[in-house]
């Protein structure tokens, strides 16, 4: 036999599947921490008082219902049952650490108020500030978006003409070297004084953050495609026109994408900053508001509701780069 046949023939039988006692328990992990957390949660007495205590066992219930819904789907789906299996442990852990937290916060009141809330107090939050939430949100996406699509024109036109022109590339690369590197918040000093609202100022400073990276990756993919592509369509008869829209911007797309991934994750922290610095509404301003009046169970939530929304624009950003580069789907993982 040969070593081929060999190790085909114990190949098969290397891999050790795990009992199905195995599987069974721990897909029922998360139901037993979810008991131990309606212990906790009603058989303990409170020492952090919150409002929210029956919506917070209404969730729990309802945590149950669908958790059972969806062991019940895996009996007759086995695709949905061995994802159920693979997601056990991950939802086991957040439910045993939301456990442990309410423990030594609302129960024990171990951790110092008003800076550890329990999820029960942030859950006051949500509820009793979902108006003044949800209009700060409305107004930071708005900032946000006005400053990441204007960056984001600004620096394409730049990195494009950067990249098809010598001498544009000669007379900006300079200004880009010394000026692009500062941290666009480091200017939040004189905007202020340039600009005539805080408003105008905050767009700027998310359109400088986005502005630099987007043009250096369309710049680098500019200038680094192919000159064979640019030969073959100048013998069909392409102009330089046709030639920077069909052929250098389509072959720079994925280090744009680059650009435009790292513009997002600075115009973030710049939007925070600004908010919390210049603008009179927005969840940066919400969370320095909150913070004066020492209410850090709003911060949390204000928190929360940030990594939502920023979660969210990443993955539809992941999103498009999937539709556009589908040959490169899954190549950056998020």
């Known amino acids: ?51 929210s205590n029956g919506v917070y066992t209404g969730l729990l219930a309802l945590f149950l219902l669908i958790y059972a819904a969806l062991i019940a789907g895996g009996v007759l789906r086995p695709a949905l049952g061995r994802r ?6 991950l939802v086991t852990l957040v439910l045993v ?39 700060s949100t409305l107004y ?24 098809w022109y010598h001498r544009f590339r000669y007379w900006v ?10 941290p666009s918040t480091a200017w939040i000093p004189i905007v202020l004084v340039i600009f ?65 991934f790292m513009g997002t994750g600075t115009s973030f922290v710049t939007l925070i900053v600004a908010e919390m610095l210049g603008v009179k509404a927005g969840l940066g301003f919400y969370i320095t508001w909150a913070q004066g009046w020492g209410e850090y169970y709003k911060v949390y939530a204000a928190l929360f509701i940030m990594a939502l929304l920023f979660s969210g624009i990443i993955t539809l950003l992941f999103k498009f780069k999937d539709k556009v580069l589908i040959w490169q789907k899954g190549l950056i993982k998020w």
Do not use: C
């Open 173 to 182: 690369n300079p200004f880009l070297r010394v000026l692009g590197p500062i």
């Open 97 to 135: 650490l939301l456990g442990i937290w309410q423990l030594l916060t609302q129960k024990l009141d171990l951790f110092p108020m008003p800076y550890f809330p329990s999820q029960v107090k942030i859950l006051d939050a949500l509820i009793g500030e979902a108006s003044s939430l949800a209009v």
């Open 84 to 89: 159920l299996r693979e997601q056990a442990p």
């Open 196 to 260: 005539p609202t805080s408003f105008s100022a905050s767009v700027f400073l998310i359109v400088l953050a986005v502005w630099f990276p987007v043009t250096v990756m369309t710049w680098t993919g500019i200038a680094n495609v192919n000159n064979s592509f640019f030969e073959v369509a100048r013998t069909l008869g392409a102009g330089e026109s046709y030639l920077i829209r069909k052929v250098a911007i389509p072959a720079a797309f994925p280090q744009i994408f680059i650009g435009l």
């Open 1 to 51: 036999m040969s070593l081929y046949s060999a190790e085909k023939a114990v190949l098969p039988h290397s891999h050790v599947s795990s009992p199905s006692w195995l599987w069974t328990w721990q897909t029922l992990l998360p139901v037993l921490i979810t008991g131990a957390s309606f212990f906790v949660h009603l058989g303990l007495p409170d020492k952090q008082p919150a409002a």
């Open 140 to 163: 930071s996406f708005r900032l946000l978006a006005i400053g990441y699509i204007i960056g984001t024109v600004l620096g394409l036109a730049t990195g494009i003409l950067m990249g």
